[in-house]
């Protein structure tokens, strides 16, 4: 499966975007997904997971309360919706499929088997 991601920019704190990525080459809905980010000079970290009927609903301590995540198997497609951004959640954005029974190891990046490309996020105090 290929993965894209967009919907990433400049903001500042306070603000919200809202990130997509759209799957194309499998069927979607056979799909684990998951968000990461990785800030410059820190590992990839953890964001939110979805399982594939979109329960299994999953997210980092960092984000909870101000990130959803959400996804739409017509549409082959995977949402973060971030609100109240602060400039600490600058970082590149990844999106990650996996096509496997459900772990329990799902915040962990060497679980997914794609990536998408990453989109930016950066945001401004």
């Known amino acids: 499966v290929q993965l894209q991601a967009s919907g990433g920019g400049l903001v500042q704190a306070g603000a919200s975007l809202r990130l997509s990525c759209v799957a194309s080459?499998?069927?979607?809905?056979?799909?684990?997904m998951g968000w990461f980010r990785q800030a410059p000079g820190k590992e990839r970290e953890f964001i939110a997971h979805?399982?594939?009927?979109?329960?299994?609903?999953y997210y980092a301590d960092s984000v909870k309360g101000r990130f959803t995540i959400s996804r739409n198997n017509a549409k082959s497609s995977v949402y973060l919706q971030m609100n109240s951004l602060k400039p600490e959640d600058t970082a590149v954005y990844y999106c990650a499929a996996k096509e496997a029974d459900f772990s329990d190891t799902y915040y962990s990046p060497s679980w997914y088997d794609y990536w998408g490309q990453g989109t930016e996020v950066t945001v401004s105090s």
């Open positions: 080459g499998r069927t979607f809905r056979d799909y684990y």
């Open positions: 979805i399982g594939r009927n979109g329960g299994s609903i």
